[in-house]
């Protein structure tokens, strides 16, 4: 019989290890979901993980493209990762993302066609705080009403679902767009656009922004008091407050990071690889950094990877579409797979499993 023993302290080797498993895991799975599907699974595995980074006929145009996808996921995963670390679960930051979009597109189209250095920069501001007002939502409900966040936060994605839908086709519509839904292509004007910083690599100011996330939540989760309430109050909320932890200060902090970020993570998508606001302008970034987030193991160098890892499965994926013939809905369950795998094994994480003979259990 198969006995579960509870650690008493976490597993450290199974903490780093079971990510690489999952991964392992996964593709194995998604080979037999390929397979069933009618494909050769080992292509189907060659093509999302290997080709874009080293066929020679698609690696001249994946790599760049590697960062430009993993420079939101990482954004988005950093911040949502300080509040799940503080046991706080912002499952909205889709919402935060387009919200982020629109109110960075709306600043400088406002101001349209004045061409001037400041406009950017103000747009980068806007975007921040408009990702950061939507996360205030669940935030102040939280804090006045004890409301639950997953679900205030969920709920609010359709809602800013619906004002994007309403941006593209009425009041941000590009007037010399001939009817069709969509802003004004913002990578376009020079003083509204997130180019390419050295040509050919794929890094734009959102890439660097990541980067710089990472750097700043590696030394506020290690260096600094409020890192340590973080950890402290996702191990033990008593003890938080023991420890004289404001809990609603917290909250509000957490949730307003991660929707500034989310937000920095939509404008700087909206200015340059998107370039305008569309009905389908999300791509599904704020869900997806949920297991970048877990993947990395809500640490900010693990999430550092993570993200680059979803970002090759994001343009493998459509590589594997494109040459193989696998549908859009294939690669998202693959994703998915890559989360429920990672959660079944962090069972090993706490708990020991230990192998008796039926006669020593009964």
């Known amino acids: 019989m198969i006995t579960l023993i509870k650690r008493p302290q976490p597993s450290k080797l199974w903490t780093f290890a079971t990510p690489v498993l999952a991964v392992a895991i996964t593709m194995v799975l998604g080979g037999l979901l390929f397979a069933l599907m009618g494909k050769d699974p080992f292509e189907a595995i060659r093509t999302i993980f290997w080709d874009p980074l080293f066929h020679e006929q698609f690696a001249a145009y994946s790599r760049p493209q590697l960062l430009v996808k993993a420079g939101p996921l990482i954004l988005i995963a950093i911040g949502l990762s300080l509040g799940f670390k503080a046991g706080i679960w912002n ?42 007002l939507w996360a205030m939502i669940p935030a102040l409900l939280k ?15 359709y809602v800013a679902e619906q004002l994007l839908a309403s941006a593209s086709l009425s009041w941000l519509r590009n007037p010399e767009g001939n009817g069709f839904p969509g802003s004004r292509n913002l990578s376009k004007i020079e003083a509204m656009s997130n180019p390419e910083l050295f040509a050919g690599t794929g890094v734009h100011w959102g890439v660097v922004a990541a980067l710089a996330a990472v750097i700043a939540a590696y030394v506020l989760i290690n260096k600094h008091m409020l890192g340590f309430q973080i950890k402290l109050s996702g191990e033990s909320s008593r003890a938080a407050g023991f420890a004289g932890v404001n809990s609603a200060r917290l909250i509000l902090f957490c949730l307003g990071t991660a929707g500034a970020l989310a937000g920095l993570a939509g404008l700087f998508e909206v200015t340059g690889p998107a370039g305008q606001v569309s009905i389908d302008f999300n791509a599904g970034y704020g869900f997806t950094a949920i297991i970048v987030a877990f993947l990395g193991r809500l640490h900010p160098i693990g999430i550092l990877f993570a993200g680059l890892l979803l970002a090759l499965t994001f343009i493998g994926g459509e590589l594997a579409q494109f040459m193989l013939g696998l549908p859009s809905a294939s690669i998202q369950v693959f994703q998915g797979m890559l989360l429920m795998t990672l959660l079944a094994m962090d069972i090993f994480v706490n708990y020991r499993v230990v192998w008796t003979s039926r006669e020593v259990a009964q």
């Open 91 to 132: 499952i909205g930051a889709e919402g935060q993302y387009i919200m982020g979009a629109l109110a960075g597109a709306a600043t400088g189209l406002a101001l349209y066609p004045m061409d001037a250095w400041f406009i950017f920069p103000l747009m980068v501001i806007a975007g921040a705080l408009g990702g950061f």
């Open 143 to 157: 804090t006045r009403f004890n409301t639950n966040e997953i679900l205030v936060s969920l709920m609010l994605v």
